[in-house]
């Protein structure tokens, strides 16, 4: 998380990297299958002392945001994003449905700065989100971190853009992940989500959204760039399963 801070605030670093945000959101998903052994319990904890995680260890960015379906907004679920900073302009995150012990993988999200989003092709721009309203709604937040760290990193996000899939859908599959990897959006005005999504989310984290927004009213909001958050405009990009002729396998494919 080096990058997200100017130079002197070494302390804020550390203490980014400390905040936990705390265990206090459980996965609303009930996995069939058997207890863990206790051969199995053996072999996880001789393989998480000898097995070497370097990329794990670098998910040092913790955010917890909401997405909806590309194509329908009232398909709304919270998401807890662990992310690497790859460079200056690129991020990865692995998004989790909560951030307890049980929390289950549910997709994934790159994260892009204006200069490498205005790069990309037009019909890939329409994959992509912006961050502003997120930002400035009070909406993402950075848990376990103090006010002055979360402030500068959100400094950093409110002009990037995200691309994201969900490859477990667990508002709808409360057992296993089924179906196919589907495109996820993020909110861009007031009176889209749910506020129950919001208000739950808020108590659970002991945080306001609306104080949020209050703090981050000095945060200046960029202009979104052309093709961004394209579903506004009605062009919505959506993946589908295609029976491809002769192949006898299903494929996940761009609903264009």
Same mark, same amino acid.
């Given at each position: 998380?080096?990058?997200?801070?100017?130079?002197?605030?070494?302390?804020?670093?550390?203490?980014?990297?400390?905040?936990?945000?705390?265990?206090?959101?459980?996965?609303?998903?009930?996995?069939?299958?058997?207890?863990?052994?206790?051969?199995?319990?053996?072999?996880?904890?001789?393989?998480?002392?000898?097995?070497?995680?370097?990329?794990?260890?670098? +998910?040092?960015?913790? =955010?917890?945001?909401?997405?909806?379906?590309? /194509?329908? #907004? %009232?398909?709304? !679920?919270?998401?807890?994003?662990?992310?690497?900073?790859?460079?200056?302009?690129?991020?990865?995150?692995?998004?989790?449905?909560?951030?307890?012990?049980?929390?289950?993988?549910?997709?994934?999200?790159?994260?892009?700065?204006?200069?490498?989003?205005?790069?990309?092709?037009?019909?890939?721009?329409?994959?992509?989100?912006?961050?502003?309203?997120?930002?400035?709604?009070?909406?993402?937040?950075?848990?376990?971190?103090?006010?002055?760290?979360?402030?500068?990193?959100?400094?950093?996000?409110?002009?990037?853009?995200?691309?994201?899939?969900?490859?477990?859908?667990?508002?709808?599959? +409360?057992?296993?992940? =089924?179906?196919?990897?589907?495109?996820?959006? /993020?909110? #861009? %005005?007031?009176? !889209?989500?749910?506020?129950?999504?919001?208000?739950?989310?808020?108590?659970?984290?002991?945080?306001?959204?609306?104080?949020?927004?209050?703090?981050?009213?000095?945060?200046?909001?960029?202009?979104?760039?052309?093709?961004?958050?394209?579903?506004?405009?009605?062009?919505?990009?959506?993946?589908?399963?295609?029976?491809?002729?002769?192949?006898?396998?299903?494929?996940?494919?761009?609903?264009?």
């Amino acid at each position: 998380m080096r990058h997200v801070f100017r130079c002197g605030q070494g302390l804020a670093v550390l203490l980014m990297l400390l905040g936990c945000g705390g265990s206090n959101t459980s996965s609303n998903v009930q996995s069939p299958g058997g207890e863990k052994t206790g051969k199995s319990k053996t072999l996880e904890v001789g393989a998480d002392v000898l097995q070497d995680k370097t990329p794990l260890k670098k +998910l040092n960015m913790y =955010l917890d945001g909401f997405h909806f379906y590309n /194509g329908d #907004t %009232k398909a709304q !679920m919270e998401a807890h994003h662990y992310c690497s900073r790859i460079n200056e302009d690129l991020t990865q995150c692995i998004i989790y449905d909560g951030n307890g012990e049980d929390a289950k993988i549910m997709g994934i999200e790159y994260i892009v700065s204006e200069k490498l989003f205005k790069t990309l092709p037009a019909e890939e721009k329409k994959l992509w989100h912006s961050h502003v309203y997120e930002v400035k709604s009070g909406e993402l937040i950075a848990p376990g971190i103090p006010d002055l760290a979360e402030h500068e990193l959100m400094e950093k996000l409110v002009s990037t853009y995200g691309k994201t899939f969900h490859t477990w859908h667990t508002d709808q599959d +409360l057992t296993l992940p =089924l179906g196919h990897p589907l495109i996820m959006m /993020g909110f #861009t %005005k007031d009176g !889209m989500i749910n506020p129950a999504l919001v208000a739950d989310r808020d108590k659970r984290f002991k945080v306001s959204t609306e104080e949020n927004k209050k703090n981050r009213a000095d945060i200046p909001a960029p202009a979104i760039q052309p093709g961004a958050n394209a579903w506004q405009q009605g062009e919505i990009r959506q993946l589908k399963l295609d029976n491809t002729a002769g192949s006898g396998h299903n494929h996940a494919s761009p609903n264009r």
